[in-house]
């Protein structure tokens, strides 16, 4: 074995000027700035607070973008967002002391989510009154101090990286970078001491920043089983799940499942991985007991991209009688709900592999399966006089372009987005269905335009929902972001507040619509630029559960 290879390593003349001279003053966050931008970051996420002392001045001499955002929690959902439709970590500047524990929802939302979001903490000095020394027991004496964040924020994140001194910041903020970006995705943790931020720097200018994140193909082996099963099975089914959308795999799912003609339902999560009105598309009616019929006959059911878990699996509620083999990215989701065949893998890689490895399988009879289940999943509901909801999806559906993204609070429309919003293309379709946290569509929809200032985004929340959000009205207006905010209900939580006279007062246009108007008004919304509100104050009922009992 050899490590002999052609990388070059000799610094290119403008490293070596930029080492050499280095400009008047620099201090730590010029350090962590400078790290961000030789990786390739172009915007940081933030909000008001003392997140690192000193870094905003170092945002401006390096000339990355600043989105403040009105709190902790927000921006982190934005930096969610960012990261989910970038593909690229999105920097997170979170306050000192316990005001970082605010981020922890929004970071818990980014885990399940596999966003990959990179959060850097400015810790309270380690050097000082209060701090002791072996045996000798923190008293709290200093402001904002909180013993032991890194273990705090452990439980949370994907990994943890600690800095002790400034010749540790590239380095650790690298290696924090490669990690969440890494299959499977994920929020990091970096933690700086203030006095290390602070302190003037003799590092030079940093300005190397290459990262190779690993790859994480499937084993030859269990590609081979997997294979083998699917192209001697019966009666196959998939569940594709966001592993899919995250991989950019929709193209080599619709192959496979073409080629095994298997029909495919997509999870909350995995929206518009496969095409909606293909005859193999179960849609994403996982809810629904007519679909986890199928799934349960099928004998070998090939789960990708999904951990099983309560959304994706109907709430549990279907007991898969055949065999089931799942791709998952993330080691701990895998087996974590149903015994399978196992295969930790990227889902792209996993799909690659499996195409060239199974052979033709032949059923014609699978799309009459496909459409028998979709006609009884419309029967249940015309069973239940719910028009008014599917109009109110349809019309949703109606004036949101393709390709625009959308984020949703968890409220009653969501609900009915899983399952019956044609999302037309992958990753157009997010949600809060990891920490479930209220108030997360709004924010989030602002870090998406503030990823693609071309394009609209959609933001749906309850109004109660609204509430906890209302605050980025301020910020959708400061940076004159492309984001409608649908806001539905009627007040059913109590008294609330006007959202169109609440929006107009930040100098956001208002609307209030009803079902019969709602597409003609929320398109008009989403083709004005900057942010605007819709509000539709009409009260949504959930279907009848699926699954009896």
Not at 225 to 234: F, G, H, M, Q, T
Not at 253 to 278: D, M, N, Y
């Amino acid at each position: 074995m050899t490590h002999d290879h052609d990388l070059v390593l000799r610094p290119t003349a403008a490293q070596t000027e930029a080492a050499l001279d280095p400009p008047p003053g620099r201090t730590g966050t010029d350090l962590v700035v400078e790290t961000l931008a030789a990786l390739g970051a172009t915007t940081v996420f933030g909000a008001p607070g003392r997140p690192a002392p000193g870094v905003l001045d170092a945002l401006h001499r390096t000339g990355l973008r600043h989105v403040g955002l009105r709190t902790v929690c927000d921006a982190g959902f934005a930096a969610d967002a960012y990261g989910r439709v970038t593909g690229e970590a999105a920097p997170l500047l979170v306050p000192s002391g316990p005001g970082a524990l605010a981020a922890l929802a929004a970071l818990q939302e980014a885990r399940a989510a596999s966003a990959p979001v990179l959060a850097i903490g400015g810790q309270v000095t380690g050097a000082g009154p209060g701090h002791g020394g072996p045996g000798h027991p923190r008293d709290l004496s200093e402001l904002r101090e909180l013993p032991d964040r890194d273990g705090v924020f452990r439980g949370v994140v994907k990994s943890v990286h600690p800095v002790r001194t400034q010749s540790q910041i590239p380095s650790a903020i690298a290696e924090a970078w490669t990690s969440a970006l890494t299959v499977p995705h994920g929020p990091v943790w970096v933690d700086v001491p203030r006095h290390v931020l602070l302190a003037e720097t003799p590092v030079p200018v940093v300005t190397g920043g290459d990262t190779f994140p690993e790859e994480l193909p499937p084993r030859p082996e269990l590609t081979a089983v997997a294979a083998d099963l699917l192209v001697r099975a019966e009666r196959p089914a998939i569940v594709a799940g966001g592993g899919v959308v995250r991989a950019d795999a929709s193209g080599k799912l619709r192959q496979l499942a073409e080629r095994i003609q298997a029909p495919v339902v997509t999870t909350s999560g995995g929206k518009g991985a496969f095409p909606w009105t293909h005859p193999l598309s179960l849609r994403s009616w996982s809810a629904d007991r007519h679909t986890a019929e199928l799934l349960e006959d099928a004998d070998v059911l090939l789960v990708i991209g999904s951990g099983l878990g309560e959304l994706s699996s109907g709430h549990r509620a279907f007991e898969p009688r055949g065999r089931i083999v799942q791709i998952q990215a993330d080691l701990g989701k895998l087996e974590s709900h149903r015994p399978a065949l196992g295969i930790h893998a990227d889902a792209r890689l996993a799909l690659q592999a499996l195409l060239e490895t199974v052979g033709e399988r032949r059923d014609e009879a699978a799309p009459e399966r496909v459409r028998a289940v979709l006609t009884e999943a419309r029967a249940r509901l015309a069973a239940q006089d719910l028009t008014l909801e599917q109009d109110v999806v349809a019309a949703v559906r109606e004036a949101l372009p393709t390709g625009a993204p959308s984020f949703w609070d968890p409220t009653v429309l969501t609900c009915w987005a899983w399952s019956a919003l044609d999302a037309k293309a992958p990753g157009a379709m997010h949600s809060a269905q990891g920490a479930g946290v209220p108030g997360y569509g709004f924010p989030a929809a602002l870090g998406a335009a503030a990823a693609d200032p071309t394009r609209p985004v959609l933001a749906v929340s309850g109004d109660d929902g609204a509430l906890h959000a209302v605050a980025e009205l301020a910020t959708a207006r400061q940076y004159d972001l492309n984001v409608t905010w649908l806001v539905t209900g009627d007040g059913g939580h109590g008294t609330g507040p006007d959202h169109v006279a609440l929006a107009e007062s930040f100098g956001v246009p208002g609307v209030r619509t009803s079902p019969q108007t709602l597409a003609a008004d929320l398109a008009k919304a989403l083709a004005a630029p900057g942010p605007s509100v819709v509000v539709l104050p009409t009260a949504l009922r959930m279907p009848a559960p699926a699954h009896p009992g």
